[in-house]
Protein backbone atom coordinates (compact mmCIF):
# COMPACT_ATOMS: atom_id res chain seq x y z
CA UNK A 1 0.00 0.00 0.00
CA UNK A 2 2.63 2.52 1.23
CA UNK A 3 4.97 1.71 -2.24
CA UNK A 4 1.47 2.10 -4.53
CA UNK A 5 0.95 5.75 -2.68
CA UNK A 6 4.41 6.37 -3.27
CA UNK A 7 4.21 5.77 -6.64
CA UNK A 8 0.68 7.78 -7.01
CA UNK A 9 2.64 11.09 -6.14
CA UNK A 10 5.62 10.69 -7.88
CA UNK A 11 3.06 10.30 -11.27
CA UNK A 12 1.07 13.24 -9.65
CA UNK A 13 4.12 15.25 -9.50
CA UNK A 14 5.26 14.14 -12.81
CA UNK A 15 2.20 15.16 -13.89
CA UNK A 16 2.39 18.49 -12.40
CA UNK A 17 5.42 18.95 -14.45
CA UNK A 18 4.02 18.28 -17.58
CA UNK A 19 1.44 21.10 -17.16
CA UNK A 20 4.67 23.56 -16.17
CA UNK A 21 5.65 22.68 -18.90
CA UNK A 22 2.99 22.82 -21.31
CA UNK A 23 1.98 26.18 -19.85
CA UNK A 24 5.58 27.39 -20.61
CA UNK A 25 5.10 26.01 -24.24
CA UNK A 26 1.72 27.82 -24.45
CA UNK A 27 3.02 31.36 -23.08
CA UNK A 28 6.38 31.35 -25.16
CA UNK A 29 3.65 30.14 -28.42
CA UNK A 30 1.39 33.51 -27.10
CA UNK A 31 3.97 35.58 -27.05
CA UNK A 32 5.39 35.02 -30.23
CA UNK A 33 1.72 34.98 -32.05
CA UNK A 34 1.31 38.69 -30.40
CA UNK A 35 4.85 39.47 -31.59
CA UNK A 36 5.31 38.21 -35.28
CA UNK A 37 3.02 40.58 -36.77
CA UNK A 38 4.57 42.95 -35.65
CA UNK A 39 8.11 42.18 -36.58
CA UNK A 40 8.50 44.58 -39.68
CA UNK A 41 6.46 47.57 -38.19
CA UNK A 42 8.39 49.10 -35.49
CA UNK A 43 5.71 52.03 -34.89
CA UNK A 44 3.27 49.71 -32.85
CA UNK A 45 5.96 47.31 -31.53
CA UNK A 46 6.62 48.94 -27.61
CA UNK A 47 2.99 48.85 -26.28
CA UNK A 48 2.59 44.99 -28.11
CA UNK A 49 6.25 44.11 -26.76
CA UNK A 50 5.27 44.85 -23.17
CA UNK A 51 1.69 43.61 -23.66
CA UNK A 52 4.04 40.34 -24.37
CA UNK A 53 6.33 40.56 -22.13
CA UNK A 54 3.49 40.99 -18.89
CA UNK A 55 1.39 38.36 -20.36
CA UNK A 56 4.67 36.05 -20.51
CA UNK A 57 5.75 36.90 -16.98
CA UNK A 58 2.14 36.09 -15.39
CA UNK A 59 2.64 32.75 -17.21
CA UNK A 60 5.89 31.50 -16.15
CA UNK A 61 5.12 32.90 -12.63
CA UNK A 62 1.90 30.22 -12.72
CA UNK A 63 4.44 27.49 -14.10
CA UNK A 64 7.24 28.45 -11.38
CA UNK A 65 4.11 27.87 -8.51
CA UNK A 66 3.63 24.04 -10.39
CA UNK A 67 7.39 22.85 -10.53
CA UNK A 68 7.37 24.09 -6.44
CA UNK A 69 4.42 22.37 -6.37
CA UNK A 70 5.90 19.17 -7.95
CA UNK A 71 8.65 19.13 -5.83
CA UNK A 72 7.10 19.55 -2.43
CA UNK A 73 5.09 16.47 -4.19
CA UNK A 74 8.26 14.60 -3.95
CA UNK A 75 9.60 15.58 -0.69
CA UNK A 76 6.22 14.49 1.15
CA UNK A 77 6.64 10.76 -0.02
CA UNK A 78 9.71 10.05 2.07
CA UNK A 79 12.15 13.25 3.15
CA UNK A 80 15.55 13.09 4.59
CA UNK A 81 16.99 15.52 5.72
CA UNK A 82 19.01 15.84 2.90
CA UNK A 83 15.73 16.24 0.35
CA UNK A 84 14.08 18.69 2.96
CA UNK A 85 17.26 21.05 2.35
CA UNK A 86 17.16 20.75 -1.25
CA UNK A 87 13.62 21.77 -1.11
CA UNK A 88 14.13 24.57 0.33
CA UNK A 89 16.72 25.68 -1.43
CA UNK A 90 14.52 25.71 -4.88
CA UNK A 91 11.61 27.18 -2.97
CA UNK A 92 14.21 30.26 -1.93
CA UNK A 93 15.15 30.45 -5.30
CA UNK A 94 12.07 30.15 -7.22
CA UNK A 95 10.21 32.40 -4.74
CA UNK A 96 12.74 34.66 -5.02
CA UNK A 97 12.69 34.29 -9.13
CA UNK A 98 8.41 34.97 -8.40
CA UNK A 99 9.07 37.84 -6.42
CA UNK A 100 10.90 39.80 -8.94
CA UNK A 101 9.10 39.02 -11.98
CA UNK A 102 5.73 40.12 -9.97
CA UNK A 103 7.54 43.38 -9.35
CA UNK A 104 8.52 43.78 -12.87
CA UNK A 105 5.03 43.27 -13.72
CA UNK A 106 4.00 45.40 -11.70
CA UNK A 107 6.54 48.11 -12.54
CA UNK A 108 5.55 47.79 -15.74
CA UNK A 109 1.83 48.06 -15.66
CA UNK A 110 2.42 51.06 -13.28
CA UNK A 111 4.20 52.47 -16.09
Excluded at 23 to 49: M, N, Q
Aim: charged share 25%; aromatic share 6%.
Amino acid sequence: MLEWIKLSIEWMALGVELVAGVVIAAAVAETVVRIAPLAFRTDELGAVKMAARLALGRWLAVALELTLAADILRTAIAPTWDDIGKLAAIAVLRTALNYFLEREISREKAE
